[in-house]
């Protein structure tokens, strides 16, 4: 399957639409106001999204789907609340970091399945800063947003801090493991 992104229609004001409407979903749900034009039909085509947010720089909360099984509206809409209100590594966000955090969007490609005879083929075809990826093992599953590859210089590290967000030791490796490939279309509020 071709990485291609889901999204390469949209349109060039895409970022100028969703970063209001997922910054009017976190707004709304402490009770303040945010404008946002929800009018455009391209918001109703199935999309996938990941919805990051920094405080001072520094992540606040970020949740996401993988797979398109929603319209694009409310993929963004859910995962903007659940990034602000119910990522477990953080408190609920508060009224008062509300006005001072910034929102990132990824829009996620249809995701690619890799195939590979051993761990050495499988790094072989990650593109570093351009492949998201998913790892899975049994019950195990992680993933990094292309952008992650920035805290990286060697494909083997990133595979590697990847297996031990899924809960597995960094070297461990077996013929079952699945790996997936993304590319993102990525929206960033600039502050």
């Not at 992540?59 to 119910?86: E, M, Q, T, W, Y």
């Amino acid at each position: 399957m071709n990485p291609r992104s889901q999204h390469t229609d949209l349109p060039g004001e895409a970022a100028a639409t969703l970063l209001p409407i997922a910054r009017a979903a976190i707004a709304t749900h402490l009770g303040k106001s945010h404008a946002a034009d929800e009018s455009a039909p391209w918001l109703r085509q199935q999309g996938a999204s990941l919805v990051t947010l920094k405080l001072d720089k520094k992540l606040r909360g970020c949740i996401g789907s993988l797979r398109a099984h929603r319209p694009l509206i409310d993929d963004v809409k859910v995962n903007a609340r659940a990034a602000a209100f119910k990522d477990p590594r953080f408190k609920p966000l508060t009224a008062v970091e509300y006005d001072n955090i910034e929102i990132e969007i990824s829009l996620l490609s249809a995701l690619s399945t890799l195939q590979f005879t051993d761990e050495s083929s499988a790094l072989a075809q990650l593109t570093p800063h351009v492949h998201g990826v998913i790892f899975h093992y049994g019950h195990h599953r992680s993933t990094y947003l292309p952008q992650v590859w920035e805290n990286f210089s060697d494909p083997y590290m990133f595979l590697a801090t990847l297996k031990q967000k899924a809960g597995l030791p960094p070297n461990f490796w077996d013929a079952s493991v699945t790996i997936q490939t993304y590319t993102v279309t990525k929206l960033r509020e600039s502050r």
